[in-house]
């Protein structure tokens, strides 16, 4: 069968998403965890495929991987949820043959911003110009065979505390794009840049601007949505908000 699960990480816990020998990433020690509990043989074997590669320092509350195991589901997850302090798994579901966790239906990421006295309604309006179909070339980090063309459909901002809080919401991302927009809002509101050379940026993606690259530390995955539900264990899940807490907790100490 092939087994969906969502899980929950601390970014600054490892050295990046993607696996790398000998070196602690996320995904690499899932699929070791995988191994050692005899849930799959191999990555290859398996299928296994992850929803989303996150930046160094990038934390989740809902990431996804997906992968083919001959192990019942629940025994899958009691395994994995009493098998790493670092890694949150909470959520599981049998999935078709052929999903790929990749394609899906929403991702929602979130952004703190320190609120060092900025202009809330200039990040609105601000904000506002990324939202709908764009060129996004001069706000990511495009590679070869990607399509620069990206629909974000909505940006939400909310004043918490030191922060303004920056929900992103597309079905896809490029590299680097949501961390790319961040830094040029932060330009744009705090008098470094206007408005308009935003808007030439976009309408311009061939000529090449680079307005810089916001940290990684302040950013979350914070959900991927697709055409079913996970099956949860609301214990766990309780605790995706203390994670989340502890990443904000760390931001204002810098």
Known sequence: MRIAIKFAYDGKKFQ???RQPKM???EGEIINLLIQHNLIKDSK????RSASRTDRNVSALGNVVAFNTQSQKKHVFQELKKSSNDILFYGIKEVEPEFYPRYAKLRIY?????NDNLNSKKLLSTTALFIGEHNFHNFARVE????????IDNILV????DFFIIDFYAQTFLWHQIRRIVSALEKAI???LEKEQIIDALANPDKKV???LAPAEPLILRDIIYDFEFEYDKKLLGRLSLLEKNVVSSLLNK
């Open 45 to 48: 074997e398996s299928k296994f």
């Open 24 to 26: 602690k990433t996320v």
């Open 158 to 161: 909310t004043e918490q505390n």
């Open 190 to 192: 705090s008098g470094k």
């Open 16 to 18: 990046g998403y993607a």
């Open 110 to 114: 979130r952004y703190y911003l320190k």
């Open 210 to 212: 680079d307005f810089g």
């Open 144 to 151: 070869t065979d990607k399509n620069p063309i990206r629909t």
